[in-house]
């Protein structure tokens, strides 16, 4: 009889073989597996063959003890540790631990997000534009940043101008609730910053950087939650995002894994703020980089088109075509590749 995967099989005697299937429990008395392909004949009795008496095979000599069995204890022996507390679950050791019988692990809960977006401009997604108002995008592009980065993220309703009406929302959100609180708009120079103003008598601390975009920045604590404000422009948001909030979530709870950075040839020519960290954003493929769109903040068809940001160093005013400039991967690469006249060699070296 065969010996299949799930029984326990009979004592296999001294001079005799059995057939044996892929993850089957090794009979006792056996020493090896031979492949069939190397046995003659090279295929295994039907049980009408088997049923006609005693049936033999003719096996190769030489074969090693042990030839392809998988001794218990292989991979994870009786007492190594599987997995160390602190461990990321991914795929591969969420399937060791079911590989171990383990059917459930304590684990510490998501990084936890408050999004809200600020302005009497700004309106839900879905909903019918009075005159002077926009869609919302900045909550839907950074909730999908922050879950892509592993966090949990909750919605706050939009926030109006009304400084007393942040405060109040502010104030009402429910101890333990979240890690950090995030906001959009209201942190920069205008009349109506009202961020700036619902916490003007907090610790949070209102400062610019030397980046475009993504300038004007808040940072500090409401009630011991830290609180970070971000631009109101979309893309100085999610620059602001993966300059800062994505890598100190990876110190924090070592996820998201880090983007993959790299030297690009330039495609073509461009001018920086020689005081600033200027940060385009461009399509990568084939070792250079096309810039996509300009550097204005608020061009969202031109981020959603490209797959990296380009970082242009404080102190460097301008770049020619074929210069190597560095950029940070955000999408996947196409695969089809630049039009040859599109991307120069590289001969230039920048100025600034």
């Given at each position: 009889r065969g010996l299949a995967a799930g029984s326990v099989p009979p004592v296999l005697e001294a001079g005799t073989a059995a057939p044996i299937m892929t993850g089957a429990m090794l009979p006792a008395g056996a020493a090896a597996v031979v492949p069939i392909e190397r046995a003659e004949p090279a295929q295994f009795y039907s049980a009408a063959d088997r049923?006609?008496?005693?049936?033999?095979?003719?096996?190769?000599?030489?074969?090693?003890?042990?030839q392809f069995v998988r001794r218990a204890g292989s991979d994870l022996g009786e007492g190594d540790v599987?997995?160390?507390?602190?461990?990321?679950?991914?795929?591969?050791?969420?399937?060791?631990?079911?590989?171990?019988?383990v059917g459930s692990v304590s684990v510490r809960p998501r990084f936890r997000v408050l999004l809200l977006s600020t302005g009497d401009e700004v309106a839900e997604p879905g909903t019918t534009l009075a005159p002077g108002t926009i869609y919302d995008a900045n909550t839907t592009l950074l909730e999908a940043a922050l879950r892509e980065a592993g966090a949990d993220v909750a919605r706050h309703r939009l926030v109006g101008d009304d400084p007393a009406v942040l405060r109040d929302a502010l104030a009402a959100i429910p101890a333990g609730s979240t890690n950090l609180v995030l906001s959009t708009g209201g942190i920069s120079q205008g009349a109506y910053e009202v961020v700036k103003q619902a916490l003007a008598d907090s610790s949070v601390e209102f400062s610019s950087v030397a980046m475009q975009p993504g300038g004007p920045q808040a940072h500090g604590t409401?009630?011991?939650?830290?609180?970070?404000?971000?631009?109101?422009n979309p893309v100085s948001a999610i620059v602001s995002f993966e300059m800062f909030l994505r890598p100190a979530l990876r110190r924090l709870t070592g996820v998201p894994a880090p983007r993959l950075r790299l030297q690009a040839v330039l495609a073509e020519d461009l001018v920086s703020p020689e005081a600033k960290h200027q940060v385009?954003?461009?399509?990568?493929?084939?070792?250079?980089?096309?810039?996509?769109?300009?550097?204005?903040?608020?061009?969202?068809?031109?981020?959603?088109?490209?797959?990296?940001?380009?970082?242009?160093?404080?102190?460097?005013?301008?770049?020619?075509?074929?210069?190597?400039?560095?950029?940070?991967?955000?999408?996947?690469?196409?695969?089809?590749?630049?039009?040859?006249?599109?991307?120069?060699?590289?001969?230039?070296?920048?100025?600034?």
């Open positions: 049923e006609g008496g005693e049936v033999s095979v003719v096996l190769p000599r030489g074969i090693p003890d042990g599987a997995l160390r507390a602190g461990s990321l679950l991914g795929a591969a050791q969420l399937g060791l631990l079911a590989a171990c019988g409401i009630s011991g939650v830290p609180f970070l404000g971000f631009p109101g385009r954003r461009g399509l990568y493929r084939d070792g250079a980089v096309v810039l996509v769109g300009g550097p204005g903040s608020h061009l969202l068809h031109a981020l959603a088109a490209s797959n990296c940001l380009v970082h242009v160093p404080e102190g460097v005013a301008s770049l020619r075509a074929g210069d190597r400039v560095e950029v940070t991967l955000l999408g996947p690469v196409p695969d089809e590749p630049f039009a040859t006249e599109d991307v120069p060699a590289p001969d230039h070296a920048g100025t600034g």
